[in-house]
């Protein structure tokens, strides 16, 4: 049997490896055109900071693949045959599948802005983007970037680390408000600002001007403010990357159609990560959410409905971290900023660098937020599965401090907070 995954990202190459441990005999073949050896693309920003280099960012030694008989192709894929199970690459080279799967990835949004297809405008999602803002850095005065999300402030970080103005252009009125409540936005905000960025809120991309080279020299804003630039990171999220099999026979919807064991409307071929919309039931559809480890569990299911029975993609309790420059940024549970049917506690230190937020609805605890100190996972995540009383999380949080010695006082403010009837909505 031989099996073939589209795609090396976090979850082709955990497909890949899964598929060797369940089936030691199969032929396995794993294609990606942008680089022969999977890596860590949320690593890419180090690279450029001169904190890693591209061998540190691969998930494993270069042998690993050769010594589990696991085949790699670097080639983009341009033909997909489903009748026939045939993927035809750009180079001639034409595979023969009896299982497959779409590890396709995502791309950025594109919202037909005049010049977004100048030179120097990208974003951060490939190794192409990386060599693109490599070559541009050291001709650039000046930098824009739109959007106000994760990558917008990881690609901003990466010029201001070399010294390069940063502009931010964020439509909504705080940074990354529509996935964090007000208070935890408003200290982003700050962060962004004390740390030197031009942060515009309210603010859209209108025109990116061509500087007479076929490169970016300025954008103009839909306030009809000019900004000299010469380069700007398009940074607007992304979507399910779909250009292989828009015209096929493949159900779609914002993503690819897959059921709960991620296979697809047709037999025998699965998708799985950032491609991947899952159908549920009376029509419903949902994007999975996709961080690191859901596309390691993603995978895993996948890979086992290739080679052996088709299991359930179970998420589990949400979590996700990130960092905001320096402040450090952790989730459990999941809910939107309005937390529309849920109460939280939230408390903030004097000096507006330290939050604690805790959710709760019913006498129980729903979700966490932390901002610029670090929870024990397996705590929170326990007392989210066991329902833990706001009581009982409030008097025992010292016990998710993941470094006590660091981490001293927040527990104790916390309890203190709430004690006295602190802030509730």
């Not at 970016?216 to 999220?237: P, S, W, Y």
Request: aromatic content about 8%; overall charge negative.
């Amino acid at each position: 049997m031989h099996l073939v995954i589209l795609g090396n990202g976090i979850t082709g190459a955990t497909a890949a490896l899964r598929a060797r441990e369940l089936d030691p005999d199969c032929r396995i073949t794993l294609v990606s055109g942008e680089s022969p050896f999977p890596f860590s693309r949320p690593a890419l920003m180090y690279i450029h900071m001169g904190h890693m280099r591209f061998r540190e960012t691969k998930l494993f030694e270069d042998r690993v693949w050769a010594e589990q008989r696991i085949d790699l192709v670097q080639d983009w894929a341009t033909e997909l045959d489903f009748k026939g199970r045939r993927v035809s690459l750009a180079k001639g080279e034409a595979l023969e599948y009896d299982r497959l799967l779409l590890a396709l990835g995502s791309k950025p949004n594109k919202f037909g802005w005049p010049g977004q297809d100048l030179g120097r405008v990208g974003g951060l999602y490939t190794l192409m983007d990386l060599e693109r803002v490599y070559r541009a850095t050291p001709v650039t005065k000046r930098v824009v970037v739109v959007g106000g999300g994760l990558i917008g402030i990881e690609l901003a970080e990466m010029f201001h680390t070399h010294h390069v103005p940063v502009t931010l252009l964020v439509r909504e009125d705080s940074y990354w408000s529509n996935v964090l409540p007000p208070e935890e936005s408003a200290m982003v905000n700050r962060v962004i600002r004390d740390e030197g960025f031009d942060l515009r809120l309210g603010a859209e991309l209108a025109e990116i001007h061509d500087d007479g080279t076929g490169n970016c020299g300025a954008v103009t804003t839909k306030d009809g403010e000019r900004i000299e630039c010469q380069f700007v990171g398009l940074t607007a999220g992304v979507s399910p990357n779909l250009d292989l099999v828009r015209e096929s026979a493949l159900e779609t919807g914002r993503g690819i159609l897959v059921d709960d064991g991620l296979e697809t409307s047709i037999p025998g071929v699965f998708a799985a990560g950032d491609c991947a919309e899952i159908r549920r039931a009376e029509g419903e559809r949902n994007l999975l959410q996709q961080v690191w480890y859901t596309g390691k569990a993603q995978g895993a299911v996948a890979a086992a409905g290739m080679v052996q029975a088709k299991g359930t993609y179970d998420p589990g309790i949400w979590f996700n971290s990130a960092k905001f420059l320096d402040l450090e940024y952790q989730t459990y549970g999941f809910f939107m900023p309005s937390m529309e049917g849920l109460e939280s506690v939230y408390w903030e230190d004097p000096k507006g660098l330290r939050a604690v937020r805790i959710v709760h609805a019913g006498g129980a605890v729903k979700g966490f937020n932390f901002m610029g100190v670090r929870a024990r996972h397996r705590v929170c995540e326990r007392w989210l599965a066991e329902g833990a009383s706001l009581e009982h999380v409030v008097s025992h949080l010292s016990e998710a401090a993941f470094d006590p010695e660091f981490s001293r006082g927040f527990a104790e403010a916390v309890f203190a907070h709430h004690s006295i009837g602190g802030t509730n909505r």
